[in-house]
């Protein structure tokens, strides 16, 4: 069953790119809206509210079988970058721009983790800590964007 666990954390593998994984696994959010928005599948509200706690539940409990394998905070484990990246596409209108302009500005906030994301990152621990630093980052990627729709 870790192969479940393994296939969860990683988001199908996206985990273990060489090279900047958390990037890669934002890539699957990007790639799962850009496929709804070119097939012009509406993505509900609560459908998409239903899909971000699912995937904190299961980020979560994969984590947490995983950590005595890979260790605290593994950089294989990006379901933390997928579920924060869809936090920040709450209430947003589907566009190419739109879903790019998420992307960069989850990663701006996942990366230098400012405004107290570092604290949970370093005093968190375990599945809980490594889902909600990436939960709060997407939360103020969430509020950018919000304002750049407001003002456009």
């Known amino acids: ?9 990683t988001v199908l593998g996206l985990g273990y790119a ?23 599948i509406p993505l509900s509200q609560p459908v998409l509210l239903g899909l971000i706690i699912i995937t904190f ?38 566009s190419w ?3 790019l302009l998420g992307f960069v500005l989850f990663r701006f906030f996942d990366i230098l983790k400012p405004l107290g994301i570092r604290a949970i990152d370093t005093k968190v621990k375990g599945g809980l800590g490594v889902m909600l630093d990436d939960v709060l980052a997407g939360i103020y990627a969430l509020i950018c964007m919000h304002a750049y729709l407001y003002i456009t």
Request: proline share 7%.
């Open 1 to 9: 069953m870790i192969w479940l666990h393994k296939a969860i954390a």
């Open 57 to 94: 539940v299961l980020g979560i409990i994969s984590t947490d079988k995983l950590i005595p394998q890979w260790g605290e905070d593994p950089q294989r484990v990006v379901m933390d970058e997928l579920n924060g990246y869809l936090i920040t596409m709450i209430m947003v209108p589907l």
């Open 18 to 40: 060489p090279k900047g994984p958390g990037t890669f696994g934002t890539l699957g959010g990007v790639i799962f809206l850009g496929i709804l928005l070119h097939f012009n």
């Open 97 to 99: 721009t739109t879903i």
